[in-house]
């Protein structure tokens, strides 16, 4: 039988395809390496999330965020005239990021002030006057408004609430605190469930009460907060009610010296998508944002047992001066702008958003999708990540893992040396 030869003209079409197709390809891959976060929240937020459709989604909006110590997102959400309490374990730190928000509305009532009065020179006196009564019957104030045309500090301050509180308080304190918040604004249209503490250790090494506070951090506290916001300002009753969860990736996949707050974490997410899926008959919305490393203070309130760490390594170096190396931790406003942006969206379309830079991103689809790959990987990494770790190096720089490696094999090195050794020795002695 004949062998075909091989067709010229086919030949000549993949060799003058082949620089579009790499062209292709390198685009490709720049855009993913580029991802910051899963694609239909990326693409939603470059595209269609705008200053303005956040500020008419969220304007006079009363939302809770339990977990407030961090300013960025209180902040983003104050800057598109949302109506605050925030709630911390920390007054001082509230008192800090309630002056941010302040000068946010501030910043928010004078463009909102500034296009109605454009709109009023457009449309003429009687365009200002259906102007002003619009806004008067979506609830926003305009009495406190200067004579000069200057927004004036209460109407500012009127908008942030500040409600100190510890998450795992008893039945009774939390249930006085959400009244409390109910009755700042009359009510809560959005809680985000922000609270939460990391952990840095490794299992074996985890006493059994720094798992127990983790799951009462990060599992109990945001149920028990949600239940009573759900039953003490009815959104049963009204039907409608918005729950925005602060998750981690860790609730998506194995994290090596994260244990404990890896169980904590998938265990809020079984929990609020199994919610989401019983309350969806009266309208309740649950989204589950899922973050990656973020550069903020959170590494350093993660939960450790120093005496362990003294004793077995060196890792209380590295938790004195946590993370100092920020290259694959996404900025903190840019994690709360990603963050409002999915709490915008349209119902449905962002019910678990992953945010974080490369690589955490790209394991998270690993673990979901390719899982004995993942599993392969993170096997391999896992000791890598312990062993930076124990010598006190930045968890989330390229040159700690890379020493790391080297140090392993130099252990392993010495360990076969120290076996070969030894046998030998067994063999003469026999």
């Known amino acids: 039988m004949a062998t075909p030869s091989p067709n010229p003209r086919s030949f000549f079409h993949i060799t003058k395809t082949l620089p579009a197709t790499a062209v292709a390809a390198a685009l490709t891959l720049t855009a993913i390496l580029k991802l910051d976060a899963n694609p239909s929240l990326y693409l939603y ?29 209180a902040e983003e959400m104050a800057g598109c005239g949302a109506r605050l309490v925030l709630s911390a374990r920390s007054e001082g730190g ?87 918040a109910i009755s700042a604004h009359s009510g809560i249209d959005i809680l985000v469930l922000n609270a939460g503490r990391g952990q840095l250790l490794p299992s074996h090494a985890t006493p059994s009460s720094i798992d127990r506070e983790l799951m009462e951090i990060n599992y109990h506290s945001p149920i028990r907060l949600a239940q009573f916001v759900m039953s003490r300002d009815g959104w ?74 003294t004793k077995e390594c060196n890792g209380a170096a590295r938790l004195e001066k946590e993370e100092t190396s920020p290259a694959s931790k996404m900025s903190a406003p840019r994690c709360a702008s990603l963050i409002v942006s999915s709490i915008v969206a349209p119902r449905g379309l962002m019910t678990e958003t992953w945010i974080s830079r490369q690589p955490a991103l790209g394991f998270t689809y690993l673990s979901q999708n390719l899982q ?48 070969t050794a030894n046998e030998k020795g067994v063999k003469k002695d026999d």
Not at 64 to 70: D, K, Q, T
Not at 101 to 106: D, K, L, V
Not at 261 to 269: D, L, P
Not at 392 to 410: H, I
Request: net charge positive; with cysteine; glycine share 8%.
């Open 45 to 73: 937020d470059m595209f269609l999330s705008t200053s303005r459709r956040k500020s008419l989604a969220l304007a006079d909006k009363r939302v809770w965020i339990a977990g407030a110590s961090s300013t960025a997102l």
């Open 94 to 180: 509230l008192a800090s990021v309630r002056g941010r928000c302040i000068e946010r509305r501030r910043g928010y009532l004078e463009r909102r002030r500034e296009e109605q009065q454009r709109r009023g020179r457009a449309f003429g006196s009687i365009g200002a006057r259906a102007a002003s009564k619009a806004s008067i019957s979506s609830g926003a104030t305009v009495s406190n408004e200067r004579s000069d045309g200057s927004i004036s500090l209460e109407e500012c301050e009127s908008g942030v609430f500040v409600l100190p509180l510890d998450v795992t308080a008893q039945d009774s304190t939390l249930t006085s605190a959400v009244d409390s």
């Open 236 to 309: 049963t009753e009204r039907r409608s009610g918005h729950i925005v969860v602060t998750s981690s990736v860790a609730g998506k996949m194995a994290v090596p010296l994260c244990a404990s707050y890896a169980a904590a974490k998938h265990a809020v997410m079984g929990y609020f998508n199994t919610l989401r899926a019983e309350c969806a008959g009266w309208g309740l919305r649950v989204d589950l944002a899922c973050p990656g490393p973020v550069d903020t203070d959170f590494g350093g309130s993660s939960l450790t047992d120093s005496v362990s760490i």
């Open 372 to 419: 004995s790959l993942s599993t392969w990987l993170l096997n391999r990494i896992g000791p890598v990540r312990i062993k930076a770790w124990e010598m006190g190096l930045p968890l989330y720089d390229a040159s700690s893992w890379a020493a790391a490696a080297r140090e392993l094999k130099k252990e392993e090195k010495e360990r076969i040396r120290m076996t």
